[in-house]
T-cell receptor, first 112, second 112 residues
């Protein structure tokens, strides 16, 4: 059984650009949640996808969007990047929306 | 964004000592999770708690779901150098609540 994987591990972008981050959920998990973790802070919930539909959203602007695919892998897209978007982006998968979440290693995004 | 209060924020302890940390919320939660995060990596699940008053152990770690459902506690016995890291609590409310709210983290340093 493979765990949650994320790609890329690191990314550098400039302000105004767009970025796509990817997550493969743990085998058998149909729910993926995305979090943003700024330096020195706890993870902040961005949104959750369940069976290819958005199942809930945190306090993030619409330029943060996502997708979930039939194999339950997921993408996080961020448009019009801002300096404050620099953070570790974590994805977590779970058996369903109410179950324990298991995290991937994260993608560290730096916006210059 | 919303974060739970964790204390202490950081602690230095001697190897072999016991450690206690706690997490408090203004809301009632139905699930409490405890994670450990090493630098540059994603959080790793330590213990999951699903019922008020529940006491669960994982090796040298013991966590409790507070009876008020607004707090949780994590104890580490006989600390070792590899216990170094940041410990996060995460809580989730009732049915239909999809997101976990994370604490601010407790940074643990163990002196050999």
């Amino acid at each position: 059984e493979t765990g949650v994987t994320q790609s890329p591990t690191h990314l550098i972008k400039t302000r105004g650009q767009q970025v796509t981050l990817r997550c493969s959920s743990q085998s058998g998990h149909n729910t993926v949640s995305w979090y943003q973790q700024a330096l020195g802070q706890g993870p902040q919930f961005i949104f959750q996808y369940y069976r290819e539909e958005e199942n809930g959203r945190g306090n993030f602007p619409p330029r943060f969007s996502g997708l979930q695919f039939p194999n339950y892998s997921s993408e996080l897209n961020v448009n019009a990047l801002e300096l404050d978007d620099s953070a570790l982006y974590l994805c977590a998968s779970s058996l369903d929306t109410s179950k324990t979440q298991y995290f991937g290693p994260g993608t560290r995004l730096l916006v210059l | 964004g919303q974060q739970l209060n964790q204390s202490p924020q950081s602690m230095f302890i001697q190897e072999g000592e016991d450690v206690s940390m706690n997490c408090t919320s203004s809301s009632i939660f139905n699930t409490w999770l405890w994670y450990k995060q090493d630098p540059g990596e994603g959080p790793v699940l330590l213990i999951a708690l699903y019922k008020a008053g529940e006491l669960t152990s994982n090796g040298r770690l013991t966590a409790q779901f507070g009876i008020t459902r607004k707090d949780s506690f994590l104890n580490i016995s006989a600390s070792i150098p590899s216990d170094v890291g940041i410990y996060f609590c995460a809580g989730r409310g009732g049915s239909g609540t999809y997101k976990y709210i994370f604490g601010t983290g407790t940074r643990l340093k163990v002196l050999a």
